[in-house]
């Protein structure tokens, strides 16, 4: 909870600073508990605030939209290889419950990638 006022006083703050990103489409993305918090402040913030979300999460998790309307889109990123936490069939179960809730999601699986030194380039 704290943390969302933090984030919407950063948020406000670069509007007035930038006020030609208030018409540039916004995009969340959060991993793990980020996921999570991301999805709360898109729920707790000003409708239709964000485009989209992309939420690297490990379903099942609990999340009830109060206002479907303006709720964004959710990506749920994942890694096949995962088979714990967010294996394919948790995403799917994530996924149906959004839908049940009439939000459209999509999921995109992340293959390996090798390390190399030029990962980072």
Same mark, same amino acid.
Request: hydrophobic share 45%.
């Given at each position: ?20 990103? /208030?018409?540039?489409? /916004?995009?969340?993305?959060?991993? &793990?508990?980020?996921? =999570? ?13 964000? &485009?989209?979300?992309? =939420? ?12 479907? &309307? ?22 799917? &179960?994530?996924? /149906? /419950? ?24």
């Amino acid at each position: 909870e704290l943390d969302l006022g933090h984030v919407e006083l950063v948020h406000n703050s670069l509007l007035r600073r930038h006020s030609s990103w /208030r018409t540039l489409p /916004r995009y969340a993305v959060g991993a &793990s508990s980020g996921g =999570m918090f991301v999805a709360h402040y898109a729920q707790a913030g000003p409708p239709k605030f964000f &485009s989209a979300l992309a =939420m690297y999460v490990a379903p099942p998790f609990d999340l009830h939209v109060d206002d479907k &309307s303006s709720f964004p889109p959710v990506i749920f990123v994942y890694m096949p290889l995962d088979t714990k936490f967010a294996s394919q069939a948790n995403i799917e &179960s994530g996924m /149906r /419950r959004l839908a049940a809730q009439k939000i459209p999601t999509k999921a995109l699986a992340c293959g390996p990638k090798s390390m190399t030194e030029l990962f980072v380039e």
